[in-house]
């Protein structure tokens, strides 16, 4: 046995390991505080998969004539939610949402029932002809984020996403 009644093992004259009896307690403490601040507040913890079900939002046309359809939507951070972009195909349009881009987590973008994964942010959906672009994303921080089409926001092709 070492000076001090500690032995190379760890443990004390009684045989219990000193370091050890800490780290349970530790643990334990740690599990207690964890159960009730979850319990505090349920509304903070993920129920299930966030991505089963997308709400859908009102499709947002755009038109060369008329801008926007939709000029501002009202969202929830953690719900998960389906955008329809649809183009008239009379321009070329950049829509770009770059603030939400960087505040949301973007599942996938269908494009003709075709699939993309993005895994990070997105510059711009980009329309050449009319069509359609479905994008599925969770707002994951609270904000107003602007979206537009490039070099038309004068011909009403701004809106926002109020996030709360």
């Known amino acids: 046995?070492?000076?001090?009644?500690?032995?190379?093992?760890?443990?004390?004259?009684?045989?219990?390991?000193?370091a050890g009896t800490?780290?349970?307690?530790?643990?334990?403490a740690f599990a207690a505080a964890l159960t009730i601040?979850?319990?505090?507040?349920?509304?903070?913890?993920?129920?299930?998969?966030?991505t089963r079900r997308a709400e859908r939002l009102a499709e947002l046309k755009i038109?060369?004539?008329?801008g926007f359809s939709i000029k501002?939507?009202?969202?929830?951070?953690?719900?998960?939610?389906?955008?329809?972009?649809?183009s008239d195909g009379r321009d070329e349009y950049s829509f770009r949402f770059p603030q939400l881009s960087r505040n949301a987590w973007f599942d996938q973008i269908v494009i003709e029932?075709?699939?993309?994964?993005?895994?990070?942010?997105?510059?711009?959906?980009?329309?050449?002809d009319e069509g359609a672009i479905d994008v599925y994303f969770i707002p994951i921080r609270?904000?107003?984020?602007?979206?537009?089409?490039?070099?038309?926001?004068?011909?009403?092709?701004?809106?926002?996403?109020e996030i709360e």
């Not at 601040?37 to 966030?50: D, K, S, T, V």
């Not at 501002?72 to 649809?86: N, Q």
């Not at 029932?113 to 993005?118: G, L, N, Q, W, Y």
């Open 1 to 18: 046995m070492r000076p001090g009644g500690m032995n190379y093992g760890g443990t004390n004259r009684g045989g219990t390991n000193l």
């Open 22 to 28: 800490v780290f349970a307690g530790l643990l334990v």
């Open 37 to 50: 601040a979850l319990a505090a507040a349920p509304e903070a913890a993920a129920q299930g998969n966030l």
């Open 63 to 66: 038109d060369a004539a008329t």
């Open 72 to 86: 501002s939507y009202r969202l929830e951070t953690g719900k998960y939610y389906r955008l329809r972009v649809i």
């Open 113 to 128: 029932d075709k699939e993309v994964k993005p895994y990070g942010g997105i510059y711009s959906l980009e329309f050449d």
């Open 142 to 161: 609270p904000g107003t984020y602007e979206f537009f089409v490039e070099n038309y926001r004068e011909s009403g092709m701004l809106g926002v996403f």
